[in-house]
C-alpha cells in the first residue's frame, strides 16, 4: 500500500509560480510512475502531468505544455510540479498518484493523495 501526501500549494497572485511536492511511502516507490491531476470547483478531475519511474519520459496535458514541469527524486521518494505564470484558471486542488501500469496514458492511478489547494488571484 503506497501512501501519498501532497504539499506546496497556497495562494498566489497570476504570473506567479509554486512548486507542489509529493511525498510517497509504503511501498517500491521507484516502481510507479506517478501523476498530477486537478479538480476545480464544479469540474471534473483532470490530468495535468505524468513521470515515468526513470524520469526520462514525461507527459504534459496541452494546457500545462511550457507552463509547468514535473520531475521526481526517487531518493527521497517524491515527485515535484513546478507551476509557473500561473492563471486564475489554474485555481484547483491538485492531487498526486502512482501506478503500477505499464501505460502511463491515460493515467490510471491505483493511489491517490488528499489533494492540495492551489489560488491564484490578485
Known amino acids: 500500500q503506497v501512501q501519498l501526501v501532497e504539499s506546496g500549494g497556497g495562494l498566489v497572485q497570476p504570473g506567479g509560480s509554486l512548486r507542489l511536492s509529493c511525498v510517497a511511502s509504503g511501498g517500491t516507490v521507484r516502481a510507479y510512475a506517478m501523476g498530477w491531476f486537478r479538480q476545480a470547483p464544479g469540474k471534473e478531475r483532470e490530468f495535468v502531468a505524468a513521470?515515468?519511474?526513470?524520469?526520462?519520459?514525461?507527459y504534459y496535458a496541452e494546457s500545462v505544455k511550457g507552463q509547468f514541469t514535473i520531475s521526481r527524486d526517487n531518493a527521497r521518494s517524491t515527485v515535484y510540479l513546478q507551476m509557473n505564470s500561473l492563471k486564475p484558471e489554474d485555481a484547483a486542488v491538485y492531487y498526486c498518484a502512482a501506478t503500477r501500469r505499464r501505460a502511463v496514458i491515460p493515467f490510471l492511478g491505483d493511489y491517490w493523495g488528499q489533494g492540495t489547494q492551489v489560488a491564484v488571484s490578485s
Open positions: 513521470i515515468r519511474w526513470s524520469g526520462v519520459s514525461t
